[in-house]
DNA sequence: TGTACATCAGTGAACGCGCGTTCACTGATGTAC
DNA sequence: TGTACATCAGTGAACGCGCGTTCACTGATGTAC
């Protein structure tokens, strides 16, 4: 990376590339504790995938669990911001399909931080669970406004929804191929047996 | 434990005894890898649970990972089991209460392993996940009984059920006190604002 | 604009710690005769 | 039924390893004059 440029000796940055790196660190944190998990992603780890050594990671960040939280923020404003945006039915007619494909099981370090990590969150601190529980919030206001009757019952809509969305990728990941694409299927609500 | 009566000297124990251990070691795992997670947990934490060093331990399993298949194979088969007795629909609608209870929610260690260690089931090997999908397999033969219409349409009512209990107790559970009780609400299907 | 110097982003070696796993050992169990 | 002995369940110390975190160091950046 830029410390190439200097044969691969320590140098100083300038402020806008540590801003740079900051991005990259959060970026490579948010895609790689998706794919591994929290506890299967290390500090070295991300610090590689972002391009640099593990021992600047503390420039940045005050502990592992400092990262932990932006990244979850991270991942989570990016879903969330998909579906803010355009006319709210249309929105949550693609993001539910592509909630529900295949491509989406197959790939959770690009996918939704719900169904990848809820069950470590769980174990996770106050802090961490607040900030999960912003972004869910996010999504499921979003949501809402494609259901349909009163503000209240628009938004429990969206909680079952979603919770039906987060639970059929969560059983589709942690099963065969074979139960993976029938709760898949179920949960689009195609015809059973398709022909 | 048993060895106390030999003044803590390692000991042969009877076959009969052994049995013992094994059920014992499986039970604590089950309970243990449920509320810390399958990686939170170690071997010499579940060892320790069930009374004994954790020198033992391969005695027993030939792996952690050999342990993780046989304590998420009994918690599922534990929980199937529970839908499968009595009344279909009754049977259910007992199921369905408790799965969406503050009970739950709070105590992961002798509740469903789906919203529990499903996020990182999905990282396990493919014979525990096979494990897995057979479990949640049962479950959901098991719901399906209680469902309406022909036999393809109630077992894709019951996936569809089954991954919203797991997805409302995933959120809940990844989130602040707040927003718990209002997934767990909708999920349940209250009247909001209910007075 | 030019100079002198304090700052600090990133490197790479090192730290203590807990992990999964191995091993020599103990002595009651279970078996062969 | 009694005896001699191989088996093995469980103990506790030890192993190598990867983890989160710390630290001395480097030299361009950014600032004070």
Same mark, same amino acid.
């Given at each position: 990376m830029s410390s190439e440029i200097f044969g691969?000796?320590?140098?100083?940055m300038s402020q $806008? $590339?540590?801003d740079r790196s900051h991005a990259r660190i959060i970026a490579s944190a948010s895609r790689i504790f998706? $794919?591994? #998990?929290l506890e299967g992603a290390s500090v070295a780890d991300v610090m590689k995938d972002a391009g640099m050594t593990h021992g600047g990671f503390y420039k940045h960040f005050e502990s592992k669990d400092a990262l932990v #939280?932006?990244?979850? $923020?991270? !991942?989570? !404003?990016c879903f969330a @911001?998909?579906?803010?945006?355009?006319?709210?039915?249309?929105?949550?007619s693609a993001y539910r399909d592509l909630y529900l494909s295949d491509g989406h099981l197959a790939n959770p370090g690009i996918g939704c931080p719900v169904p990848a990590l809820g069950s470590e969150v769980a174990r996770q601190t106050e802090d961490a669970r607040a900030?999960? #529980?912003? #972004?869910? @919030? &996010?999504?499921?206001?979003?949501?809402?406004r494609a259901m349909r009757g009163s503000a209240a019952a628009r938004r429990a809509a969206a909680w079952r929804e979603f919770s039906m969305l987060v639970g059929a990728v969560?059983? !589709? &990941? !942690?099963a065969d191929p074979q139960i993976a694409s029938e709760v898949l299927a179920a949960a689009r609500g195609d015809k059973p047996h398709g022909h």
């Open positions: 691969g000796r320590p140098v100083r $806008e $590339e540590k998706r $794919e591994r #998990g #939280g932006s990244a979850l $923020e991270s !991942a989570l !404003a @911001g998909q579906l803010e945006a355009g006319d709210p039915s249309r929105a949550y900030v999960f #529980g912003r #972004g869910m @919030g &996010r999504i499921v206001a979003a949501i809402a969560v059983i !589709a &990941r !942690a």
